[in-house]
């Protein structure tokens, strides 16, 4: 049974991965969109520096975004001048470290998905007098959809078992920034705290296996949905 902190840990890792999930799900299906169907100078650039998080170490993330979001920072000063707010050391900073190790994730799956459409859908609706926002809605989309919801899915998971760019952004604040992964690093430090690593492990595994495995079931809907048009 979890405690009443435990339970206010996993509820803080859930917000956090999902405003993170939800607000980086345009900016992923902007940047799945037009790396999958635009040719433009530069993509192979565009396309590194979107999985870029998957391959340097989170504390790098973390520490950049540190950089930028700091109070004489490139984002942070204006977020201080315009809103008088800082997201350092606070949940919204939490979710952004989160949002941006996802990126790459949900990106990926949503690229994937956009290419397996039939382009020969699109051409045929166009010749039926189908507008280029008419095809993208009624065709593009809904046969995509399965995969858009997959990669949410993923960046959803990614983003609670997010740790090293959380923690070197935005500490480890019981209450404030503590997620699950950063709650468990700390239980290890404590003596005793064998008790409390193995419930918090076993949530954070029992919930990303569950999104692993609805991803999985999605991928396969659109799958199947592609083949049968």
């Known amino acids: 049974m979890l405690g009443a902190a435990e339970w206010e840990i996993v509820a803080l890792s859930l917000k956090v991965g999902g405003v993170?999930?939800?607000?980086?799900?345009?900016?992923?299906?902007?940047?799945?969109?037009?790396?999958?169907?635009?040719?433009?100078?530069?993509?192979?650039?565009?396309?590194?520096?979107?999985?870029?998080?998957?391959?340097?170490?989170?504390?790098?993330?973390?520490?950049?975004?540190?950089?930028?979001?700091?109070?004489?920072?490139?984002?942070?000063?204006?977020?201080?001048?315009?809103?008088?707010?800082?997201?350092?050391?606070?949940?919204?900073?939490?979710?952004?470290?989160?949002?941006?190790?996802?990126?790459?994730l949900m990106v990926r799956a949503m690229r994937l998905s956009i290419e397996a459409v039939d382009r020969r859908l699109e051409d045929a609706a166009r010749t039926l007098g189908a507008g280029r926002w008419r095809v993208f809605l009624t065709v593009t989309l809904p046969l995509s959809v399965p995969g858009v919801l997959a990669g949410a899915v993923l960046g959803f998971a990614r983003s609670i078992g997010e740790f090293g760019a959380t923690i070197t952004f935005v500490s480890n604040i019981p209450g404030e920034t503590q997620t699950l992964p950063l709650a468990i690093y700390a239980a290890l430090q404590q003596p005793g705290g064998e008790a409390t690593v193995w419930r918090l492990s076993a949530v954070s595994v029992a919930l990303s296996l569950a999104a692993l495995i609805a991803a999985e079931l999605l991928a396969r809907r659109a799958g199947r949905g592609l083949h049968g048009v």
């Open 20 to 104: 993170a999930m939800l607000v980086t799900l345009p900016l992923a299906f902007a940047l799945a969109w037009l790396l999958a169907r635009v040719r433009f100078p530069g993509r192979i650039l565009v396309d590194a520096l979107v999985h870029l998080p998957l391959v340097v170490p989170p504390v790098v993330t973390g520490w950049v975004l540190l950089i930028l979001f700091a109070p004489g920072g490139a984002i942070g000063a204006p977020l201080q001048a315009l809103f008088g707010t800082s997201v350092l050391f606070r949940w919204t900073g939490a979710a952004i470290a989160a949002g941006i190790m996802a990126l790459p």
